[in-house]
């Protein structure tokens, strides 16, 4: 089956602790996006990525941290300098690398992060 | 910057209406738009993708307009159906950093 999957589901974060959400995708899809959804907002932008081992910040990159080694992977992490982390995050991809191919993004299931 | 409004924030309606869901941005500088449904605590589902050189795009009881002169898109569901429940998310293609820019939803329900 192709898609994207993200772990963990539900993931709990002590204060002062940086934590880890993974995202992969098997569609051979070269851009990987990283977005945050708050209750009543639209979804906004942390990190993308165009291609392996190149990544840019989005709108809201303070407090995260990415890195994209292989084209399949583009995990997330909260560092402790994000202080309101909770949120659901959303994981996507697409093919083309470049603005004018951009097609349909693929969505993965999402992370739920809470604060202990 | 881009800006995009979903109206109405939330709808209900009976089983079997016709409903239109609106959705409109600020800079008609697009490469294309996209629909999407969200279940309560699920990722997001690619409904239709309407490129910019596109007016309309349809998918079995789902339609799909793009006006980008004006700045508008509606999604337009026929015999709606109480599994159409879900928040129906729009987003413009194109912004600077080569990402979505979404809306904040239409919450659908849709009564038996």
């Known amino acids: 089956d192709g898609g994207i999957t993200q772990s963990p589901k539900y993931l709990f974060r002590k204060e002062g602790q940086n934590v880890t959400l993974s995202c992969e995708q098997n569609?051979?899809?070269?851009?990987m996006y990283w977005y945050r959804q708050d209750p009543g907002q639209g979804l906004r932008l942390i990190y993308y990525?165009?291609?392996?081992?190149?990544?840019q910040k989005g709108d809201i990159a303070e407090g995260y941290s990415v890195s994209r080694e292989k084209k399949e992977s583009f995990p997330l992490t909260v560092t402790s300098a994000q202080k309101n982390p909770t949120a659901f995050y959303l994981c996507?991809?697409?093919?083309?690398?470049?603005?004018?191919?951009?097609?349909?993004?693929?969505f993965g299931p999402g992370t739920r992060l809470l604060v202990l | 910057k881009q800006e995009v409004t979903q109206i109405p924030a939330a709808l209900s309606v009976p089983e079997g209406e016709n409903l239109v869901l609106n959705c409109s941005f600020t800079?008609?500088?697009?490469?294309?738009l996209q629909w999407f449904r969200q279940d309560p605590g699920k990722g997001l589902t690619s409904l239709l993708l309407?490129?910019?050189?596109?007016r309309e795009q349809t998918s079995g009881r789902l339609n799909a307009s793009l006006d980008k002169s004006s700045g508008r898109s509606t999604l337009y569901i026929a015999a709606s159906q109480p599994g159409d429940s879900a928040t129906y998310l729009c987003?413009?293609?194109?912004?600077?950093?080569?990402?979505?820019?979404f809306g904040k939803g239409t919450k659908l329900s849709v009564k038996p």
């Open positions: 996507a991809s697409s093919s083309g690398q470049r603005l004018a191919d951009q097609e349909t993004q693929y």
């Open positions: 569609l051979n899809h070269d851009a």
């Open positions: 990525s165009q291609i392996v081992n190149d990544f």
């Open positions: 800079d008609s500088a697009i490469y294309n």
């Open positions: 309407i490129q910019s050189s596109q």
């Open positions: 987003a413009v293609g194109g912004g600077s950093q080569g990402n979505l820019i």
